[in-house]
């Protein structure tokens, strides 16, 4: 005898896919955000040799510049966010990160790395990164798993430093460091933009995955 008991229409997913791509996608923006200010100094060596500065701490002041511009920048980033979307914010942030690294690799003078790196680098970082803890909380609002996705979100710092930073090195060895400039701004828009893509439709998704969740729950209670 077939069961009386109607099967759930529409979409099968519960909602954790669409909150899991969130997650990724603030993993793979931290890692080309933090994650790109800490390997600066991989940089630094090749710059002094190719006498952009005698002085260290001048050419560190691009990357000082750089990190304080990120960290001031969460502010006005927040707003943007709030009136805009986090696909938005994070798809420009990275777009101006890109041409701030493009600036540095053709850069012939230090006013150049100041530019390129410090501001331009710098506030779209701010951009890139400072929705991505907000876009993992909403997705994992009301879930028991938000604490683990905001460590796993935010692990993108470390996991970017370190695998960038090994791999700038190289490509500098094999190289130069305008290459592994051009490869930064590269791998920045090969994850970012995807990411930007993610945080754009993650409303929708939730939306959707809600509704299917509401839709199957009211016509179980309606067959109780």
């Not at 909403?138 to 470390?158: H, I, K, M, N, P």
Request: proline share 4%; charged share 10%; net charge positive.
């Amino acid at each position: 005898m077939e069961s009386s008991e109607p099967r759930p229409a529409g979409p099968t997913t519960t909602g954790r896919r669409p909150r899991w791509r969130v997650v990724f996608a603030a993993f793979a923006a931290t890692a080309h955000g933090p994650g790109v200010h800490y390997i600066y100094g991989v940089f630094q060596a090749a710059l002094l040799d190719a006498r952009f500065s005698s002085s260290r701490a001048l050419l560190g002041g691009a990357g000082g510049l750089s990190t304080c511009l990120m960290l001031l920048g969460a502010r006005p980033a927040g707003t943007l966010q709030a009136a805009h979307g986090a696909g938005i914010v994070v798809g420009g942030g990275a777009a101006v990160a890109v041409v701030g690294l493009l600036l540095c690799a053709a850069a012939t003078e230090l006013w150049m790395l100041y530019v390129g790196f410090g501001v331009l680098v710098g506030v779209g970082h701010a951009l890139q990164f400072a929705p991505c803890p907000v876009a993992v909380a909403e997705a994992f609002d009301g879930s028991d798993r938000a604490a683990v996705a905001s460590g796993v979100a935010t692990s993108g710092s470390g996991a970017g430093t370190a695998a960038l930073g090994a791999t700038v090195a190289a490509v500098v060895a094999w190289r130069n460091w305008r290459v592994a400039f051009v490869f930064v701004a590269a791998s920045t828009g090969l994850f970012v933009a995807p990411a930007a893509y993610v945080f754009r439709h993650a409303g929708r998704w939730r939306r959707e995955a809600d509704k299917a969740t509401s839709l199957t729950a009211s016509r179980r209670l309606t067959h109780l």
